[in-house]
């Protein structure tokens, strides 16, 4: 019932993500450029900290693909994580004036960046086909991490979104534990740097096996993940999905008195 | 005779509200400010709307009327299922829009092309039906040259106009209207009067909230009045009118 509900209210759907890509651009002199810019200036820092400063172990890869390959999937994790927990009192005009199915602001949250996910990668390829690393068929498991990462944003997304109609102290502690999560999610380093006696609880972070799932994806056999690692990851987004959807759908209906 | 298309049995719907001041508990200084966030309730309930009995026929247009803040969009609210009532029951046969404000979701950076879609899906209409009525809403809104002006370069009429626009082509059996008409200039309003009244004529049933005296007793056949959240009385538009406006 409640998903009929949400399958008819597709074209609002549709039209907010319309809306949020062409005010992003809009009354901006680089435009859609920012969106190429961003990564390399991030992979440009992180190849200086890492690379530069830290002891780092030869994969038989330059240390930015390893960078980027994690960087391009975070970025878009950490935006849609820091729109899907505003996305609700922002459009607060539209839960007090119109009744719609209110997950459609998480999902259009949750999707939010994509674009973006897409320019990073096409910049990962251009720094493959630069450094003359190999394309090989593990790509076609990208659309399947993609589909993971919105899935996991939208379960966050749906927790976040639901507490911050309450309490706004998430406002605030959303960026601080991105910035956390950046840094023991292994972005800047990979997987094998984790001590092995910690690598099974490290696997309950799912942002690891997405994580982990793209950098094999991009860079090859070097990277595969560990079935049971993944396993791991899938088991804690289905807890933080299936609590994510009891949350909010408990707190829906409220949602316009106190908003 | 036919079932009432709008039915609701000892409608209510309870705010609580934190800090209502409450001038006898009410103590200076920090310690006391600590004192009374510990001693008082944090949130003290306030009834917007009690034991609200009202039966709208089919193609009836209502005027809703009472002073600020006597629950008028509150009602609306709880007919159009924005938020839940806290008592009571409303039975509703056919599909509800409402239109709290103009042009609901209309961003100012988009164009008034995109804002007719993203306001027409939020009100209810799919891509399709947009598409369709697209030229008529646009030739309503007599903002043919302004189409792909973002909104933020519009005057006030002009966005009115837009809004009303979309909002005056919905295909609902119920629509709600709070406040909408009396702004746009005279044509504008005369225009806006004559759709409504086709569109009941259509069969929709139209409930609308206006200080516009003038407008109301124009279209509305019959009334509600609702003072500070109680329903005062139903009837005929004339009837209710002279009470309402005597006091």
Known sequence: MRFTLLWKARPILSHLIRRDVLITYKQTILGVFWTVLKPIMMAAI?????????????????YVLIALSALSVWEFFSSAISRGSVCLIDDRDLITRVNFPRMILL?????????GLFINLVVTFAFMLYYNIPFTVN?????????FTIILNLSLGLWLGTINV???????????????????????FTFNSVPEVWQKLYCINPMVGIIRA???????????????????????????LLSGLYIFGRYERKFADLI | MENPIIETFGLGKKYHISNLVNKNTEEKGLLGGIK???????????????NIDIKVEQGDIVAVLGGNGSGKSTLFRLLSEITDPSEGEIILRGSVSCILE????????????ENIYLNGTLLGMSTEEINAQFDQIVAFSELEQYLNVPIKKYSSGMYIRLAFAVASFLRTDILLVDEVLSMGDESFRQKSIKRMKQMADEGCTIMMVSHDAKILRDICCSAIHIEQGQLIGQGSMGELFKSYSEK
């Open chain 1, 46 to 62: 992180i190849v200086f900290v890492f690379e530069g400063i830290g002891n780092f172990p030869d994969f038989g890869f330059p």
């Open chain 1, 107 to 115: 999902i259009n949250a949750s999707l939010k960046n994509s674009i």
């Open chain 2, 36 to 50: 009374s966030i510990i001693t008082q309730p944090r949130h003290q309930p306030k009834w917007a709307l009690r």
């Open chain 2, 102 to 113: 103009a042009g609901v979701g209309f961003h100012h950076e988009l164009t008034g092309k």
């Open chain 1, 214 to 240: 793209m950098r094999f994806s991009i860079l090859g056999e070097t990277f595969r993940p560990d079935l049971s690692c993944i396993l791991i990851g899938c088991l804690s987004l289905l807890l933080v």
């Open chain 1, 166 to 188: 309450f309490f706004r102290d998430v406002n605030t502690i959303v960026p601080f534990l991105l910035r956390l999560g950046l840094f023991i999610s292994p972005v800047g």
């Open chain 1, 139 to 147: 790509l076609l498991w990208i659309p399947v991490i993609y589909f």
